[in-house]
């Protein structure tokens, strides 16, 4: 397949290629390779053309590994791929159209679960949040799907082997990582032999002087042994047999690290440990399993306080056994372990063994089935999780950055979301879509009917009951009452209520520009030529101006007059002291002198981030950086823009508005209006509007600084039925 152009490097890609089509020929026969062989062909295409034959040979290394862990063909696939390609090379449509939406998918997950190796704990600051954000992706993407942590974990192992040849400090920095992440997670998911490869190779790279002298006393006598266990299985299954049961019976194979562990824990030599000579029963059922103990026991002598019943008692991450340890033949220790081949399977693949779903077992679909695995592999990623900040030296303040702040929840189709903690289902609905989070009346968790004020937890699932129209409740901007928890879905709430007020100050706009049109015998001049008169492209945005009374009457009389009319960037001088001029305090390009005038848009007040706009005729506007009028300009009007900031403002005073919106009720006007005044504000203007069981108030304040607009703002909002208090 691959022509070998020179070097031991394309002869090892050629012969690792090679060796993997007869394994997944063996283990999936022709049909089920086919679309691991297209893979195949592509990834070793790409790298042939590239140069890369080494990621060819590293990406077949990886796959052989979960080929042993009995993974899908699509699994495989995806392996492949992701590991000859680079990242920003791989075309997903393309890879979707060839080998199908679920390999394109798996490749998807396999990108976000690599972030994973930037995580780090270790440091405070920038370093702390990128590895939390890390983290997030990396459990997104591992809660998505079961397979592409199994591949993950798969790829470190092979990376692990990769560095047996490598400098020490590279060694050391892979092994720390490998212990506090990659070997904790193989062990909550059961993947057993994966995670003692793991600990063996991170022992023998942090400890090579240790992990040397426990392997030497492993070798020693080490054909004495063997003999020693080949007889123990001998006599073992002779005794089985005269019961009539079926068995298979091998001697267990040592780990390094799980000794050393042992040693450590007991605190004995390793002469005196019971499991250096130990073997392993499978048979067919859980009864055997005990009968196969009883037979044990008969043979020789059980060792007190060293028996685990873990068939009974499963740990936590689901692992299975009988563990036994007796005096054995000659007067030696021997472990022995019994289990049925399903608990063995499940031992040594753990997730893994389940990810396939074998045709008809039992009445649920294979849909409801994989559904049903979606949710445990979900609880068990967060125990996980869990597990990793008790074990892995995150301190207490890091492990609520890392994990208290944010739940994980599964929509009815099994996609996982991840909402900040506190969350309601307003929350999930708004993260779904925005429409849906605007239609929402109901919600249903893990089937049950709940309120919306319903605090969300890890790994519900959640249904949303929408109408077919409809808006927002404004009760859901009320803090108080938890509708909401996220910003996300708050700026959303905002957001339809600012529509419909929008709505509201153009439908007032028009009738005071009727009125004034009337007023002025001009009933036959268009509303868009007034419109464009005063500056403004759309009818309705001058409009709005008029409502929202940014463009005052006495304008509007002038301008239909024929007087030079404002534009809409540029807003009317503030009725207020002459010091808000030239002396208002606002330097522009640095000196003081130029005229300036404060936008009646935004109404800036010191402190708040400034910005100059060149009127034609009345000096430099000032608006606040985020005014809509200064965001909207044209690449032309922008050329008028100066800096501008604040100086001395001295005794100088500013406009600003504030929003009220609160339960209608008899005395709230004046409830408000003395909270305000408690704060000696003087108020020049008020303007409020009754909507059904809500009232709507705008109050415009005489104030030196924005900081008096905050503090009235916390007393308004103290004041009983107000819902919301906000700044305009």
């Not at 992990?211 to 080490?222: G, S």
């Not at 123990?232 to 780990?255: C, F, N, W, Y």
């Not at 074998?358 to 649920?364: Q, S």
């Not at 009818?539 to 007059?561: K, M």
Request: with cysteine; aromatic share 6%.
């Amino acid at each position: 397949m691959f022509t070998e152009k020179s070097g031991t490097e394309i002869t090892s890609a050629h012969d690792r290629a090679e060796a993997l089509k007869v394994r997944l020929a063996a283990h999936f026969g022709v049909q089920d390779s086919v679309v691991v062989l297209r893979a195949l062909e592509f990834a070793g295409g790409a790298c042939r053309a590239t140069e890369r034959l080494d990621r060819l040979a590293y990406a077949c290394g990886v796959a052989e590994i979960l080929v042993d862990l009995d993974m899908d063909p699509d699994s495989i696939a995806a392996t492949l791929i992701s590991y000859t390609l680079p990242e920003k090379e791989i075309d997903h449509e393309a890879i979707a159209s060839a080998f199908g939406s679920e390999v394109a998918e798996l490749i998807r997950g396999i990108a976000r679960a690599g972030k994973i190796e930037t995580f780090s704990v270790a440091h405070a600051g920038h370093e702390q949040k990128v590895g939390i954000e890390a983290l997030r992706k990396m459990l997104l993407a591992l809660a998505d799907d079961v397979r592409v942590v199994l591949i993950k974990l798969a790829e470190r192992t092979h990376y692990m082997r990769s560095l047996t040849r490598a400098d020490d400090a590279l060694r050391r920095a892979a092994a720390l990582q490998t212990r506090d992440l990659f070997a904790p997670l193989a062990n909550r998911l059961g993947v057993f032999h994966i995670k003692w490869e793991l600990e063996d190779l991170t022992f023998r790279f942090l400890d090579p002087d240790l992990y040397k002298k426990i392997a030497a006393l492993l070798d020693e006598k080490r054909a004495a042994r063997e003999q020693y266990i080949a007889n123990v299985i001998a006599t073992l299954h002779g005794e089985i047999a005269k019961l009539g049961m079926q068995d298979e019976i091998s001697g267990r194979p040592k780990h390094i690290f799980s000794i050393h562990k042992k040693m450590q824990r007991k605190d004995v030599a390793f002469d005196s440990l019971y499991d250096i000579r130990a073997v392993r029963v499978l048979v067919d059922s859980i009864r055997e399993c005990y009968t196969v103990l009883g037979v044990v026991h008969d043979l020789w002598q059980p060792i007190v306080g060293e028996f685990d019943d873990y068939i009974a008692q499963p740990k936590e991450n689901n692992y299975r056994s009988l563990h036994t340890a007796v005096i054995g033949p000659e007067g030696k220790t021997l472990e022995v372990q019994i289990r049925t081949h399903d608990m063995h399977r499940e031992s040594e693949h753990g997730v893994a063994a389940h990810w396939r779903y074998k045709e008809g077992a039992g009445r649920k679909t294979a849909g409801d089935r994989k559904f049903d695995a979606k949710i445990a592999w979900l609880r068990q990623v967060l125990e996980w999780k869990n597990d990793l900040a008790e074990t892995g030296g995150v301190s207490p303040s890091v492990r609520e950055g890392l994990f208290d702040d944010a739940v994980y929840v599964l929509t009815p189709q099994g996609r996982v979301l991840d909402l900040p903690a506190g969350s309601t289902p307003v929350d999930f609905a708004y993260h779904v879509h925005t429409d849906l989070g605007h239609r929402c009346r109901g919600a249903k968790v893990d089937g049950h009917m709940v309120p919306l004020t319903y605090r969300l937890a890890n790994a519900q699932r959640v249904e949303i009951i929408s109408t077919k129209t409809g808006g927002p409740s404004r009760d859901w901007l009320n803090r108080e009452l938890g509708y909401i928890a996220s910003p996300r879905a708050l700026a959303k709430v905002r957001q339809w209520f600012n529509k419909e007020s929008f709505a509201e100050d153009v439908a007032q706009g028009r009738d005071i520009l009727e009125k004034e049109l009337q007023r002025a015998g001009q009933t036959s001049t268009r509303h868009e030529a007034v419109a464009e008169k005063f500056g403004y492209d759309k009818l309705e945005d001058f409009l709005a101006a008029l409502g929202r009374s940014e463009i005052t009457a006495h304008q509007l009389e002038n301008g239909l007059r024929g007087k030079a009319a404002p534009a809409h960037a540029e807003a009317a001088p503030i009725v207020a002291p002459a010091a808000q001029r030239a002396t208002s305090g606002v330097l522009v390009l640095g000196v003081n002198n130029i005229a300036t005038l404060v936008a009646k848009c935004c109404k800036p007040v010191p402190p708040d981030p400034i910005i100059g706009f060149v009127t034609r005729t009345r000096g430099v506007m000032v608006h606040r950086r985020d005014c809509l009028n200064i965001t909207a300009l044209t690449e032309n009007q922008r050329e008028r823009l100066m800096p501008a900031e604040w100086g001395k403002t001295g005794d100088a005073w500013f406009a600003a508005d504030i929003e009220v919106v609160a339960a209608d009720r008899q005395g709230l006007l004046r409830d408000i209006s003395e909270a305000i005044a408690r704060e000696k504000v003087n108020v020049t203007a008020v303007n409020t509007v009754s909507r059904g069981p809500q009232a709507f108030m705008r109050f415009t304040l005489q104030i030196s600084s924005a900081e008096i607009i905050e503090r009235v703002k916390r007393t308004v909002a103290a004041v009983p039925d107000v819902i919301s208090v906000v700044r305009k």
